[in-house]
């Protein structure tokens, strides 16, 4: 937050008389390569970039509530390669991390055990997924082509469950392990929420507070209008974040010239 003469926690001095203004801020880096070559993409594309912002930065914009932000959250996104988070206390960013696993790591697991097409085990994992292997029933089956099969085979959702299972408690582990090493582990009442594609995986819920100890909602982005259907998916909340991100500064932007 911002200091002005002396007086702290101000969240926008715009507009505020004073003399000395300070800040305390946290600074996120990135390697200047990756940020070049994601800009020409985006320019080759047609379009043309104003800013970069990080997943949770952006999606916590449209999925938590003040009280989250000032109680102490911690968003988690867990996406294809990668698990990126952002630690919310007092209604600021004290912690942001990376982490370099996602659900590309289950589609993985699940093509290799039941010897799948990388874009088959994808569509199961969705299709057909569930991050609790016990809340499956015994009978629940569905059917794949394998590499080296002539002919659909039965698969117990049971199996496939248990892959995606052991894969998402690492992953929180990681997780738990990040929180902690940040410190702020004894500062989260408010747990965790859950966004990205991978978090719409069922019982995925239930894995993270077992593991985390936290309590854990998913994701879904807030006063929408239009096609909710599709938005009110937590695969959306970075990009639902970013064009909230964009009318914020557009609007910050707007006062700062007046």
């Known amino acids: 937050g911002f200091t002005v003469?002396?007086?702290?926690?101000?969240?926008?001095?715009?507009g505020m008389h004073g003399y000395r203004l300070e800040v305390e801020t946290h600074i996120i880096t990135v390697a200047a390569s990756a940020v070049d070559n994601l800009r020409n993409c985006v320019i080759q594309a047609g379009a043309d970039v104003s800013q970069f912002v990080l997943n949770p930065l952006a999606s916590a914009e449209v999925v938590l509530s003040e009280t989250e932000r000032e109680m102490g959250v911690v968003v988690c996104d867990v996406g294809g390669g990668t698990t990126d988070m952002a630690i919310f206390i007092e209604g600021d960013v004290w912690h942001t991390m990376i982490l370099g696993v996602g659900g590309d790591?289950?589609?993985?697991?699940?093509?290799?055990?039941?010897?799948?097409?990388?874009?088959?085990?994808?569509?199961?994992?969705?299709?057909?997924?569930?991050?609790?292997?016990?809340?499956?029933?015994?009978?629940?089956?569905?059917?794949?082509?394998?590499?080296?099969?002539?002919?659909?085979?039965?698969?117990?959702?049971?199996?496939?469950?248990?892959?995606?299972?052991?894969?998402?408690?690492?992953?929180?582990?990681?997780?738990?392990?990040?929180?902690?090493?940040?410190?702020?582990?004894?500062?989260?009442?408010?747990?965790?929420?859950?966004?990205?594609?991978?978090?719409?995986?069922?019982?995925?819920?239930?894995?993270?507070?077992?593991?985390?100890?936290?309590?854990?909602?998913?994701?879904?982005?807030?006063?929408?209008?239009?096609?909710?259907?599709?938005?009110?998916?937590p695969a959306y909340s970075t990009s639902v974040g970013l064009l909230k991100w964009s009318m914020l500064m557009t609007e910050i932007g707007g006062e700062t010239s007046q």
């Open 105 to 233: 790591l289950i589609t993985s697991d699940i093509a290799h055990g039941l010897r799948l097409p990388t874009s088959q085990a994808e569509d199961i994992k969705m299709q057909h997924g569930h991050a609790v292997e016990a809340e499956i029933g015994e009978n629940e089956e569905f059917h794949v082509r394998p590499f080296g099969e002539d002919t659909p085979l039965q698969i117990r959702r049971r199996e496939l469950a248990l892959i995606i299972e052991a894969r998402v408690e690492e992953i929180f582990s990681l997780v738990q392990q990040e929180i902690k090493r940040s410190g702020y582990d004894g500062l989260l009442p408010a747990g965790m929420v859950l966004t990205g594609g991978t978090s719409s995986i069922p019982g995925i819920r239930n894995i993270a507070s077992q593991v985390l100890g936290l309590p854990v909602r998913i994701a879904q982005p807030e006063n929408l209008i239009g096609m909710t259907d599709k938005l009110y998916s």
């Open 5 to 14: 003469d002396g007086q702290p926690s101000i969240r926008m001095p715009l």
